[in-house]
């Protein structure tokens, strides 16, 4: 599969197809498609809270060559549930940094062009990724909070809407943020 020369069907498909799973949606798959799929190269993809993989790939895929694909998060992703998307790993470009993404944020200084926080899903811990990530985005740069209308994770809700003034929600799910 070529990268950043799918279909988001393509990309859908491959990822069942190798077993990447996820609480993702094939319409936040959408969502992130159409934030990635234009990005250049040098550009950079940022994601707080890999999981399974599902939306990591998905970004990975939908960018051209040369586009940064980062993924943070603390667990462990070589452990049987993540072993597909561990396999994707080893032979693709994705960096993946198993670590708290706000200490790994102390030695971060490149621009981030898309940020998609999808970390512990409580206010405060959504606010904490937020107030260290926000910074680094870039000027017009997108920040999308996923699960923001899902039910077990109301603490993305709460502090999107106390903290930003403008923000849109796409596919019901995901709360947009444009970086003035």
């Known amino acids: 599969m070529q990268r950043g020369k799918c279909t988001l069907d393509e990309i859908e498909k491959h ?8 609480s993702f949606s094939s319409a936040d798959m959408e969502v992130i498609y159409n934030h990635v799929h234009n990005l250049l190269p040098g550009q950079v993809y940022l994601e707080i809270g890999v999981a399974a993989g599902k939306s990591l790939s998905t970004a ?28 994707l790993l080893t032979v693709s470009q994705i960096i993946y940094v198993q670590a708290d993404a706000n ?28 107030l260290t990530w926000m910074p680094r985005v870039k000027s017009g740069g997108v920040i999308l909070y996923h699960d923001y209308n899902q039910g077990n994770a109301e603490g993305v809700k709460i502090f999107v809407d106390r903290y930003h003034k403008k923000f849109e929600v796409l596919n019901g799910n995901i709360a947009k943020v444009i970086k003035e």
């Not at 621009?111 to 904490?128: K, Q, S, T, W």
């Open 15 to 22: 990822l069942i197809e190798n077993n990447i799973e996820g």
């Open 60 to 87: 990975f895929f939908s960018t051209c060559e040369g586009v940064f694909t980062i993924g943070i998060d603390y667990v462990d992703c070589t452990d049987g549930r993540r072993g597909a998307f561990f396999n």
């Open 103 to 130: 200490v790994f944020a102390k030695i971060w200084n490149y621009p981030i062009d898309v940020l998609f926080i999808d970390g512990a899903h409580d206010d405060m811990n959504v606010e904490r990724d937020t």
